[in-house]
């Protein structure tokens, strides 16, 4: 029974990674056991391949699609002095010009409209309801006045 679910489990494990439409593209990983690895993934339109050496720094370069349609490649290297693009267009950075940006505008304040209501009303009791009260004062003042000649 154990051999089945372990045969099962493969078959569905080989099911579920997944795949590539038309085989578009490759992967290849290799790894060492002293940290080391190096692995080229290629598609249909990018690319990336990165290798780690033992001191622990990183070099590599991934090719994309720019916004022109032209494959761009970035090479890049990682290590103690941190990431940093050695080859590639990178973007560059806006230039200060000296001109101060444009203070906050005021923005008019659109409130939503006030209705008036009807001036307050206080409720009228029904007569049950003041009949109710007028009885349940009537037993509640013969109870304090009972209470008062008790307590002394």
Not at 40 to 45: E, G, S
Not at 84 to 113: E, T
Not at 114 to 125: A, I, K, M, Q, R
Request: proline share 10%; hydrophobic share 40%; charged share 15%.
């Amino acid at each position: 029974m154990h051999n089945i679910l372990v045969l099962f489990s493969l078959f569905v494990a080989a099911l579920a990674r997944p795949h590539l439409a038309d085989n578009e593209g490759t992967v290849s990983v290799t790894q060492s056991t002293l940290g080391t690895y190096k692995y080229i993934v290629q598609l249909k339109d990018s690319s990336h391949f990165e290798e780690r050496f033992p001191d622990g720094s990183v070099i590599g370069e991934y090719t994309i699609l720019g916004d022109d349609g032209k494959p761009r490649t970035f090479k890049y290297t990682s290590g103690v002095g941190g990431f940093k693009i050695i080859d590639g267009p990178v973007p560059v950075a806006p230039v200060d010009n000296g001109v101060a940006p444009l203070p906050v505008q005021p923005v008019p304040q659109q409130l939503s409209p006030v209705y008036g209501l009807p001036p307050f009303v206080p409720v009228e009791d029904t007569p049950e309801v003041k009949a109710a009260k007028a009885a349940f004062y009537a037993v509640y003042k013969s109870a304090l006045d009972a209470a008062a000649v008790g307590a002394q």
